[in-house]
């Protein structure tokens, strides 16, 4: 089991940028799959961005082309690097991982993470 930490998040205008990480212990992180997902009020978690054990990425519809997901195995940390902020994009954004690989066409889906981070929260106001 890998212990996740997200920060990163805060307030910001539409157009604008952040850059969420994601701190893990506790397991030999380079064999994990990572993923960002976002919960919005009264909506479920989506998937957002997703790397897997084999360093490839997908990304939700959404988002692509404005975010980008990336994975440092010697620091432990996965980055969301979010630009082109929208209001849409409020919302808790959540770190989550299992260990080994994952069929690319599996990334996104929540039920296929074993391990979560608390949150931290994202704001875009118009």
């Known amino acids: 089991q890998v212990q996740l930490v997200e920060s990163g998040g805060d307030s910001v205008q539409a157009g604008g940028s952040l850059r969420l990480s994601c701190a893990a212990s506790?397991?030999?992180?380079?064999?994990?799959?990572m993923a960002w997902f976002r919960q919005a009020p009264g909506k479920q978690r989506e998937g957002v961005a997703a790397?897997?054990?084999?360093?490839?990425?997908m990304y939700a519809d959404s988002v692509t082309d404005r975010f980008s997901i990336s994975k440092d195995n010697y620091k432990n940390t996965l980055t969301l690097q979010m630009n082109s902020l929208k209001p849409e994009d409020t919302a808790m954004y959540y770190c989550?991982?299992?260990?080994?690989?994952?069929?690319?066409?599996?990334?996104?889906?929540?039920?296929?993470?074993?391990?979560w981070g608390q949150g931290t929260q994202v704001t875009v106001s118009s």
């Open positions: 790397i897997g054990s084999d360093g490839k990425t």
């Open positions: 989550a991982a299992r260990p080994g690989s994952l069929e690319w066409s599996s990334l996104l889906l929540r039920g296929m993470y074993s391990d």
């Open positions: 506790g397991a030999r992180y380079s064999r994990y799959s």
